[in-house]
């Protein structure tokens, strides 16, 4: 599963740098193989640019705590910001959304469980 993020290159890979750390800092996901994703820098940048965090497991109930970890960081991160979410389900389905206060994140979550059948 791909945790993605849209606006512009400072606030995309400031979320997913913040994200990355959520995660690696969540026990339930040890067993996951947790992966920044990054772009070539735009034009006059040097360096690749974090855009995403993708996250590897073989079981339900890794990409389950994923889903969990995920929907906890929103919602600390939603306190203080808008938050453009982009979501590459392992079926291959893309959800986006943005997320502007914790009553969107349930309906976030939501559509993760629907869409991608996790």
Do not use: H
Request: net charge neutral; glycine share 6%; proline share 4%.
């Amino acid at each position: 599963m791909i945790f993605g993020f849209d606006g512009d290159e400072q606030t995309v890979a400031d979320n997913a740098q913040s994200l990355t750390a959520w995660f690696r800092d969540t026990e339930n996901l040890a067993r996951a193989d947790i992966n920044r994703v990054s772009r070539p820098p735009s034009d006059g940048r040097q360096g690749a640019v974090d855009e995403a965090v993708r996250v590897l497991a073989e079981s339900g109930p890794v990409l389950s705590a994923a889903l969990t970890a995920y929907c906890n960081w929103l919602l600390q991160r939603v306190k203080t910001r808008n938050v453009a979410v982009r979501i590459t389900c392992p079926n291959g389905v893309e959800i986006t959304g943005t997320a502007r206060s914790e009553a969107d994140v349930p309906r976030v979550k939501a559509k993760i469980l629907r869409d991608c059948g996790v």
